[in-house]
């Protein structure tokens, strides 16, 4: 008999210290409100009653980049913007993460021309993409979803 069967009979769980911490990292992401065009109303749709997402720890967004740890960026970055978006993303606590809603966002969109950032990812490493010209709310559900995969994932560093 080994020691998981033995345990599991004396209701122990057992687990890493890893996992515990990317568990609860997962369960408890404060996601930063930063709306700055049509994606913003999907992504405050995905945050109402029909779609829900406090059953993901995301029961509010935060208007502080100090209390969140998810930056959402939902729409399209103009060049004026990128450091204001780049200051709200240093002053967010480790560990952080990014999602680009929309493809304003990933990649620039319909707006090929000088006034518009080609993608957040040149001003903040973006850790999911979202797609659609706006995405639906499943569509951002589904890149939490993604990055939560993602999290669990990581190893633990060493702070220096």
């Known amino acids: 008999m080994g020691l998981e069967q033995k345990a599991a009979n004396m ?3 057992t687990t890493t210290l890893e996992q515990a911490v990317n568990w609860s990292r997962t ?7 930063f709306g700055l065009a049509c994606c913003a109303i999907e ?44 200051r709200l993303y240093d002053q967010m606590p480790d560990p952080k993460w990014v999602i680009a809603m929309g493809d304003c966002a990933s990649c620039g969109g319909v707006f090929n021309n000088y ?21 639906r709310p499943e569509a951002l559900i589904h890149g939490v979803v993604t990055l939560h995969e ?3 994932a990581e190893k633990l560093v060493k702070w220096t």
């Open 27 to 33: 369960g408890a992401m404060w996601p930063m409100l």
């Open 11 to 13: 209701g122990v769980v």
């Open 43 to 86: 992504m405050m749709a995905a945050q109402a009653s029909h779609f829900d997402m406090s059953r993901f720890g995301m029961e509010l967004m935060r208007p502080s980049p100090r209390q969140s740890d998810l930056m959402i960026v939902a729409g399209r970055v103009s060049r004026k913007m990128a450091p204001i978006v780049r």
């Open 150 to 152: 993602k999290v669990r």
């Open 115 to 135: 006034a518009i950032v080609q993608g957040v990812d040149e001003v903040v490493p973006v850790d999911v993409y979202v797609a659609g010209c706006p995405p």
